[in-house]
């Protein structure tokens, strides 16, 4: 009986040493270090009556998610993104994703998306501030929008502005 007692005790032990450092690694999501970008800034509008800007650091400082993402177009393929999504940004003021009707991303090099309500009811919008372990570079920062699984016409690179319309 001592022996399953301990073989038993020895498999819990094993699972929560296993967990533990699971959770000390981050639990999944990469630790991006921003030192070089913490200060750059993106536009949301349509929150309130006036412009809000957010920094990397503000976005790095809410639940981020780290996800292996693959655009359905040839042109990008997979990327393992980091950054919070859409509906975290938003629920810090008191608004979900699914509240929005439309959402137009503008880039620095002055290219631009439109996200309507099939997008935004039903994807999650990653606000990427990190590629693959690493802070993105000057060609895409200072936050690339990601949506799993979607075109990557919509990947929105060098992103400065983003308008919102309920």
Not at 107 to 136: N, Q
Request: proline share 3%.
């Amino acid at each position: 009986m001592w022996s399953k007692i301990n073989t038993v005790a020895a498999v819990l032990l094993a699972l929560i040493l296993g967990l533990t450092s699971l959770c000390m690694s981050g639990c999944g999501i990469d630790d991006i270090d921003i030192s070089g970008c913490a200060d750059e800034t993106i536009t949301l509008s349509g929150i309130t009556d006036e412009d809000i800007t957010l920094t990397i650091a503000d976005l790095k400082a809410m639940d981020c998610v780290t996800k292996t993402c693959e655009s359905t177009s040839d042109k990008i393929g997979k990327v393992r993104a980091t950054g919070p999504t859409l509906d975290t940004v938003l629920q810090q003021f008191g608004m979900k994703q699914s509240d929005v009707q439309k959402v137009h991303i503008y880039a620095k090099d002055e290219y631009d998306a439109k996200l309507g309500p099939d997008v935004l009811e039903t994807e999650e919008v990653i606000l990427a501030f990190g590629i693959g372990g690493e802070p993105l570079g000057e060609e895409d920062a200072p936050v690339r929008i990601i949506i799993p699984d979607s075109d990557s016409a919509y990947w929105v690179r060098m992103v400065e502005r983003i308008e919102l319309e309920d």
